[in-house]
């Protein structure tokens, strides 16, 4: 099983070593032997990416689930 974090946030939290900017996507990380995918967070109070950009995040992701 893959895991898909809804926030870069929730990946810096999870992983604090981690510095510098984080993209979309997948990850280097891995929690066991789950691939980490980062996705952004659709929440109304976050403005920091566009529709356009988080659409084409969660079909990566659909993309990603469905060569696995």
Known sequence: DDVALVGVTVLRAMFPER?????LGLQPERIG???VFVLPNPSGRNANFS????LAA????RRFLASG
């Open 19 to 23: 510095k510098g900017a984080v993209a």
């Open 33 to 35: 032997e789950s691939a």
């Open 58 to 61: 969660f079909e990566s992701l």
């Open 51 to 54: 529709y356009a950009e988080m």
